[in-house]
């Protein structure tokens, strides 16, 4: 059965930093990764998708690689700011196309 | 491009009504799927279609539940009889079949049960 787990669960950082989030999946039969944002009490909005043939993707301040082997993905963000602040939910797709989510991490940017 | 919708996007019941949500996927997604989210914990998959067929259900889904998508384009999800454990955010996505797979989600539906 699939697993995915997130560290940390929660994380506090001053403005500027640059942050890696950690996403890890017990069964490397993936077919690709996706990362979300989820503001409090609003849905999921889409960040970055990894194919399970790439190994990372890139958008603006935010970097994801993705290794299948070892069943890790890690999340980059760079330059943060308070606006990042949110909860960021890793989730891979099976073949049978349902995406299985982690927990989240919680992250507070601060002024 | 509206993006995927969800109406009502909150509902308060009381226990032992039925509820039903609806979703309204990308206009060309054909795929489109429903997951069930209580709070700190992430998004549980509930089942998808593909057009009009149900293609996958999860064991989450109880026989009070039911989801149709009758012309492959909105979707409903019923809940009848519902219990307090039910209460939860209702989250919608659609995917185009063949790019990706990549999901869009909607706003959810935040359903308390009294």
């Known amino acids: 059965k699939q697993e995915v787990t997130q560290i940390p669960a929660a994380l506090s950082v001053p403005e500027g930093e640059n942050l890696v989030l950690n996403c890890s999946f017990t069964d490397s039969a993936i077919y690709n990764l996706q990362w979300f944002r989820q503001d409090p009490g609003k849905g999921l909005t889409s960040l970055l998708l990894?194919?399970?043939?790439?190994r990372e993707q890139t958008s603006g301040r935010l970097n994801a690689s993705l290794d299948k082997s070892s069943g890790r993905s890690t999340l980059y963000i760079a330059a943060s700011q308070p606006g990042d602040s949110a909860t960021y939910l890793c989730?891979?797709?099976?073949?049978?196309?349902?995406?299985?989510f982690g927990t989240g991490t919680r992250l507070q940017v601060f002024p | 491009d509206t993006g995927v919708s969800q109406d009502p996007r909150h509902k308060i019941t009381k226990r032992g009504q039925n509820v039903t949500f609806r979703c309204d996927p990308i206009?060309?997604?054909?795929?489109l799927y429903w997951y069930r989210q209580t709070l700190g914990q992430g998004p549980e998959f509930l089942t998808y279609f593909q057009n009009e067929a149900q293609l996958e259900k999860s064991r989450l889904l109880s026989d009070r539940f039911s989801a149709e998508r009758p012309k492959g384009s909105f979707s409903t999800l019923e809940i009848q009889r519902t219990e307090q454990g039910d209460s939860a955010m209702y989250l919608c996505?659609?995917?185009?079949?063949?790019?990706?797979?990549?999901?869009?989600f909607g706003p959810g539906t935040r359903l308390t049960v009294t």
């Open positions: 206009s060309e997604h054909n795929r």
């Open positions: 996505a659609s995917s185009l079949e063949g790019y990706a797979y990549e999901q869009y």
């Open positions: 989730a891979v797709r099976l073949g049978t196309d349902k995406l299985i």
């Open positions: 990894i194919q399970s043939s790439q």
